[in-house]
């Protein structure tokens, strides 16, 4: 990985029924964001929200939001990339994309090169309980993680709830990632949105650029923006605040380790990639890999299905 200016952009989804013309009207407001990003920071890796051309809740179910990406331009990837290799930037963006099957729409992250390509495609592993298309909402869930290399580093992606994993980003970052890209339209509260951001660059020592949403999506859902840039030990060099706009940071390598806080004498002296404790590991991996569940009751005792 060199040095490097990246942008997390934030941007508001069109509130109004969803539609041909709302994903046409949302697509050239995210578009126009970016490149006035880029025109004033220079920056060569930007990252937009989840499900940028949508927002997150399009309420309606997946059959009918299968046919709308279907027959909808600016839903599928051209605009996007057209405008990389314009600029000559990586960029990455979250999207509903339809699959081969009507009613199979994952939840996805592209990342565009500045050659006008798609570099690589993620689809999120782990749909939120309300999108879930097993819960009855509308995404299939993704089975695989994409890591790209790319002139500036490895770029890893995860989406909004994936962050909440460990393993996945674990997974990037075994797989050779140097940033992970986190496009969100996070609904929870912003000490979450910052705990499960910082902790995933702490623990994989990875640069994680995290856009999140604002304003307020077809469903009604408000989205509360604060997206950050977080370095390898966990600092929060770029935070923006509920706005639509922008947030930059140059990221430096070479010194993206070498302190064991920021402004330290201390040296930085482990590496939790390396030091793992690989036959522990080894040791639990069928506990690992095997179903689980917390001991708690989840939403209360009342939500239990032998409450009485």
Not at 62 to 70: F, I, K, S, Y
Not at 232 to 243: F, K, L, M
Request: proline fraction near 7%; hydrophobic fraction near 40%.
């Amino acid at each position: 990985m060199r040095d490097v200016t990246v942008a997390a952009v934030q941007v508001a989804p069109d509130s109004s029924p969803l539609s041909v013309e709302t994903i046409a009207g949302n697509t050239e407001r995210a578009l126009d964001q970016v490149a006035r990003a880029v025109e004033a920071t220079g920056a060569e890796l930007l990252v937009l929200p989840e499900t940028v051309t949508t927002g997150f809740g399009p309420a309606m179910g997946p059959e009918e939001l299968w046919d709308l990406l279907r027959s909808a331009p600016g839903a599928g990837t051209e605009p996007y990339t057209a405008l990389a290799q314009r600029l000559g930037i990586h960029l990455v963006w979250g999207a509903y994309e339809p699959g081969e099957q009507r009613g199979v729409v994952y939840n996805s992250a592209h990342l565009a090169g500045p050659d006008g390509t798609v570099l690589g495609t993620y689809h999120k592993t782990h749909p939120f309980c309300s999108e879930d298309v097993e819960r009855g909402g509308w995404v299939t869930r993704g089975e695989h993680v994409t890591v790209v290399e790319t002139e500036i580093g490895a770029i890893g992606m995860i989406i909004c709830f994936d962050g909440d994993y460990p393993e996945l980003s674990r997974i990037n970052a075994v797989k050779g990632a140097e940033i992970i890209a986190r496009p969100s339209a996070l609904l929870r509260s912003a000490d979450l949105w910052e705990l499960t951001t910082r902790a995933r660059a702490y623990d994989n020592h990875v640069y994680v650029v995290a856009s999140n949403a604002t304003g307020v999506d077809p469903a009604g859902a408000p989205y509360f923006g604060n997206s950050m840039i977080v370095t390898p030990i966990a600092e929060v060099v770029g935070r923006a605040a509920s706005h639509e706009g922008w947030v930059s940071a140059r990221l430096h390598p070479d010194e993206a380790m070498a302190r064991l806080t920021p402004g330290s004498s201390v040296a930085q002296r482990w590496d939790h990639l390396e030091e793992r404790n690989l036959a522990l590991l080894a040791n639990y991996a069928e506990e690992l890999a095997g179903p689980a569940t917390t001991r708690f009751p989840v939403g209360g005792p009342a939500a239990r299905p032998d409450a009485s």
